[in-house]
């Protein structure tokens, strides 16, 4: 990509509120989650990502269980989402802790 390309992603990232970042284009990476929120994310990333990018739910700034029990109920439904009822209920646990994170990193009530 030319220098002029890479000015132009730039100010379109900029201008669409993305910053470029050093971290994965997908996902969380390596974190310290615990093991059986772990194993809800790579469920969480397996599912979500089949629609649409993970940084839609994760960068979205929901932090109320409620929305996100309606949310992931919405999303079982897409035809070839491929959620079962029981990977709702996993994909919550994870949303749910990490809804909690997102209010301790910003300094909000977590409990």
């Keep these: ?22 971290e994965p284009p997908e996902g969380l990476g390596e974190t310290q989650m615990p093991a059986d929120v772990r194993a809800a994310y790579d469920l969480f990333a397996q599912r979500c990502s089949k629609c649409h990018s993970l940084s839609r739910p994760l960068q979205s700034g929901i932090t109320d269980d409620g929305f996100w029990k309606e949310y992931v109920e919405r999303m079982r439904r897409q035809p070839g ?31």
Excluded at 2 to 20: M, V
Excluded at 84 to 106: C, G, M, N, Q, V
């Design 1 to 22: 990509m030319t220098r002029f390309g890479l000015a132009c992603l730039a100010i379109g990232l900029s201008i669409a509120g993305c910053t470029p970042s050093t």
């Design 81 to 111: 989402s491929g959620i079962s009822p029981a990977d709702e209920e996993i994909i919550l646990r994870f949303l749910h802790y990490y809804s909690l994170e997102a209010k301790r990193e910003k300094g909000g009530d977590a409990g």
